[in-house]
């Protein structure tokens, strides 16, 4: 996709040309991960953060960056995929481990050890975000091997 951008206003130093027009051409194509539209010279996506959905925090950059758009590949949403699985196979090690109650779980800025008094409460709460984070998870592999799944090589204007 090509996008056409108006820029309008004025330059140091130059009060005659307050209303001067520059047309900035910009190509964009699709992220195979987060499927937003991001400048994209030569079909390589450029640098961009990832929000998860659901959790909205934002990675530091997307892993769609730097590789081929959706438009003319899917060859990063394995690997994407693969990575979401990993994530899962270590939530699922920590719920094995704090369901055992004897590991200290998170707090504020801290940790429960097992011996205070709110640990079972605790315990009970950090399970619970365990679990939804592993659903979410869950929901981001669908995504993505639907994405996958339904991928085709589209023209990309030049």
């Not at 094995?96 to 315990?123: D, S, W």
């Amino acid at each position: 996709m090509i996008a056409i951008f108006e820029i309008r206003g004025a330059y140091k130093g130059n009060n005659h040309n307050n209303n001067m027009k520059i047309k900035k051409i910009v190509e964009k194509n699709t992220c195979q991960i987060c499927e937003r539209e991001i400048k994209a010279k030569k079909g390589i996506i450029a640098h961009h953060g990832y929000t998860r959905p659901e959790q909205g925090w934002q990675t530091n950059s997307c892993m769609g960056a730097r590789h081929l758009s959706y438009e003319k590949s899917r060859d990063i949403i394995p690997k994407a995929i693969q990575s979401v699985k990993s994530f899962i196979g270590l939530k699922e090690a920590e719920i094995k481990e704090v369901e055992k109650g004897e590991i200290a779980v998170p707090f504020f800025r801290g940790k429960i050890e097992p011996t205070n008094a709110g640990y079972k409460i605790r315990q009970s709460e950090y399970l619970a975000k365990l679990n939804y984070e592993i659903k979410s998870a869950n929901r981001e592999i669908e995504r993505l091997q639907k994405r996958y799944d339904e991928w085709k090589l589209v023209e990309v204007a030049k």
